[in-house]
């Protein structure tokens, strides 16, 4: 059974950082593209950033570029989203889903599994 399971949202002061980790079991993870997908209340579910199996090969929404941060450690098989300069705009669940195989990375209707999602506010 695979499972996907999302910590570190929170609540922070615009400015300021967040980690954001996905503990993955049940795949055989290191051969899974792996993302971060965010919705807001009201809005479609959108993906912020994408890496590949290797790790090598990253890729990130115009609205976070510069400020997250994605990376993967596949001997611990975790996800992290390192969030800084973080904006009001960022508010809203955030969710790690896996791929076997992503045409589109940033599309949702591309991933296999998916986690129940962390919260993360962000106060102006």
């Known amino acids: 059974q695979v499972q996907l399971v999302e910590s570190g949202g929170g609540s922070v002061q615009a400015g300021g950082s967040l980690i954001l980790s996905c503990a993955a079991s049940?795949?055989?993870?290191?051969?899974?593209?792996m993302s971060w997908f965010r919705q807001a209340p009201g809005k479609e579910r959108e993906g912020v950033a994408v890496?590949?199996?290797?790790?090598?090969?990253?890729y990130y929404a115009d609205s976070v570029k510069g400020r997250f941060t994605i990376s993967r450690d596949n001997a611990k098989n975790t996800l992290y989203l390192q969030m800084n300069s973080l904006k009001s705009e960022d508010t809203a669940m955030y969710f790690c889903?896996?791929?076997?195989?992503?045409?589109?990375?940033?599309?949702?209707?591309?991933?296999?599994?998916w986690g129940q999602g962390t919260q993360v506010t962000v106060s102006s």
């Open positions: 889903a896996a791929a076997a195989f992503a045409i589109q990375p940033l599309r949702p209707n591309n991933y296999n599994y």
């Open positions: 049940g795949l055989k993870y290191s051969s899974y593209t």
């Open positions: 890496i590949y199996p290797s790790g090598g090969r990253t």
